[in-house]
């Protein structure tokens, strides 16, 4: 379904939840609704199930205004975050509520909870209750009856939220694969960035009710157009005085410019480790080490300037106190007017020349 | 010593409970079963059994059905103001509050036959005060929050996900009321009624305020009781007592099992 959203704005009491929220969604997308808590992305996805009705603004399915189209009849599937399923039915009965609510043959509907229970990986748990499964049973039991009745837009309001983290990715794919496989335009909430990631096609940020950036997962880790969406992903340190790291002296010439400088721009070592740039290195001094289970995160203290990069378990490990060279491959530079990733200028080096 | 406290519990409920029961057993079979039928199934008192039994069925059905309504709106209800649910909250519990007598007065005071409205109906032929509606009214006031006060919990616990979901899968209120609300509410709906009808059976301050006790037209068995010990004939009024301590029994164990029932529906 091609969903468009124009000028949308929600206030719950005094609180301004959405504001001024457009975007559109091409038909068989699946996007990803990624922000802090009570960013507004629950809000935003309950306007368009017909849940919550906005302020002000236009939600159009395919074209069409639905603002005045109560839930039932707008032809979405919605998966709750707590799953919300029927307690005093059994498995097969929840997945069929929606076709019997439409009255179909009982063969039919028979057939299409086969193919669902089938396709979710539930056999044999048909004539379960809820309280019967596990969390991730319970959660395709969910999906299962949001896409019995054939909907035309799926949502899903923190899926995995209530899940642990191993599950969690197998999940994760197979959700993935279950869309695309049908084909359906999804639109899923979260405030875990590695799931947005991994599993949108696109992000939507959501902060403070505005959306703050749509992009691929890839555009928006480049080029982040607000310095919220820079520092929500990944775990970014912001340096007041950018001008006093070697490479971005000509920071100085914007007075009150900010960065934001994400682990992955840092690279860290000896003086083997950098054969080609090392004019463009300066001292530093690890200050602190943590284990993260797949790396390592390391603080670096350059000057008056304490940056975090991260590791790898393959490399030597470092130690508190260990004296370093610092590479700073990039920065996301902001003040009032601006915002714009600059290079280290001296990665160019003396030798290099353009064409 | 923890025994000896048990054995003081077990006495004293003893006192107030068993012997009673028991006392009212031996008053009713005094004259032996022919007294205990005599008391039984004489006129005032079958006349009174039934009016008990009207208004027992009557203002359960009544109560149930809108005290349903009425919970279900008080917790779900978006479009009602807040400061309106919790006026109406506060009603709710006002029976619990005031004296059944005091309910049975309002009732005179408001429809009776010197009132405007009570003239009124009474002229249209229909009586309020010392006739059945007036009964039947005092005893829904009195009654009114029951109901309400055992769904109410119930709803608020359960919360909306799972209607809301019922009503993205395509289904309209009502649908979403029998197939999704109601099977987590009917046990607590069971309890109310319960609750209810006990209440009926036992009413009397409010009934009898606005009946006046007239024989044959307005008496219940409760104020037959009442009158019959103070005309000291007191083999009709322990017959007429032990149906009702019976009932009332009756009526625990229904609930006990209702319980049973409502747990092992939980996790079966």
Redesign the interface.
Known sequence: MHVEVRGLNKKFGEFQAVTDVHFTIEKGQLIGLLGPSGGGKTSILRML?G?EQPDSGDILFHGQRVNDL????RG???V?Q?Y?????MTVAENIA??LQ??KWPKAKIKARVDELVELTGLAGFEKR?PHQLSGGQRQRVAFA??L??EPQLLLLDEPFAAIDAKIRHELRSWLREMIDRLGITSIFVTHDQDEAIEVADEIMIINKGRLEQKGTPWEIYKDPKTPFVASFIGESTVIENIASLRGFEDVSAWPGTRALIRPEYIEVGFKEDFTQLLSATEKGRVSHVHFRGSEWLVEVEVGENKLVTYRSLEKDVLREGDEVLVLVHRAYLFNDNDSWVMENKLKAGPIAFEI | MRRLWIGLTYIVFGLLLIVPVVRIAAGAWEEGWRGFAAGLTGPEALHALMMTGIIAVVVTLINTLFGVMLAVYLVRAKWLRPQLKRLLNSIVDLPFAVSPIIGGLMIVLLLGPETTLGALLGRMGVDIVYALPGMLIATLFVTFPLVIREVMPVLQEIGTQQEEAAHMLGAYPWTTFWRVTWPSIRWSVVYGVVLTVSRCLGEFGAVLVVSGNILFKTQTATTLVYQDVENFNLTEANSVALVLAAASIGLLLFMEWAKSRNSAGRHG
């Not at chain 1, 919300?84 to 005093?88: C, G, I, R, V, W």
């Open positions: 199930a849940l109560p839930p039932q009849e979405i599937g919605f709750f707590n919300a399923l029927f307690k005093h509520f929606g609510v439409k209750y009856r949001a019995a009745p």
